[in-house]
């Protein structure tokens, strides 16, 4: 049996893991017991925490504390050392196998990571494509959407945030903000469920910021896309998100309301770090 016929198995070791009552919705997003390494560094460890349908959570904390990594986990851009994340309840990389943690082929894990899109702070679109071409690469190579639908669609998200009649432009032809706003255009593309925001202003001149900001509102206005946002934009974080994650050194400090973390918080780490950024 190869790693491609355990989806049927694997269903029933996840219901018997006895999360939750039987037909209840499963979290969107699920890290359980993760563990990840680099070499000898131990940057995350024992982190659970799961994210349900449509939250909005934001990361904070300081400098290495291992932000990023849990987003590039979820994008599979990083290999998990150990523990499971899931989405929708299906695992992401590894799944438990008769007992055994067993790494999902990558056909199986190109498709889990489908459902998720990831905007990084240095916009990382294609230099030597037009905006259209960077937005309906993915789409037409990897979903298989028509070109003639791809482009209308890309059309249409051009204009959401801003961008129309931008589409032949080349990257470099653009300011930052503009990039990025396509960046976020062509995660968009993908309709992801999940969508990941890694310090999407802070590579930004200050006048530019609030352009992205303000596209980032509308669609945590107009969609029901689950979000895990690392940012320093404290206002932006009270605005979108209904939940923050304090982390340092790779744990959870505290969580809570964004009123609640960023007004009165618990633990003297949260509060020096807040005054340090604010
Ligand atoms: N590719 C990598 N190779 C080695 N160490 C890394 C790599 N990426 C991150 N790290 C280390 O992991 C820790 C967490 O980094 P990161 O997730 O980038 O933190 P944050 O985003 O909170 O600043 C840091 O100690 C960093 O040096
Ligand atoms: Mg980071």
Known sequence: MTTDDHTAADRVSQSDTGDGAPGATAPTIEFRDVLKRFGDNTVLEDLNFSVDPGQRVTLIGPSGSGKTTILRLVMTLEELTGGYIFIDGEPLAYERVNGKRVRLSDKRRRESTRKIGMVFQHFNLFPNMTVLENIIEAPIHVLGRPKEQA??????????????????????????????????????????EVLLLDEVTSALDPELVGEVLSVLEDIADTTDITMLIVTHEMQFARDVSQRVMMFDRGRIVEEGHPDKIFSDPDHRRTKDFLSAVL
């Open 151 to 192: 482009v209308q669609s890309a059309q249409e998200l051009l204009e959401r945030v801003g961008l129309r009649g931008r589409m032949d432009a080349r990257p470099s032809q653009l300011s930052g903000g503009q990039q990025q706003r396509v960046a976020i255009a062509r995660a968009l593309a993908m309709d992801p």
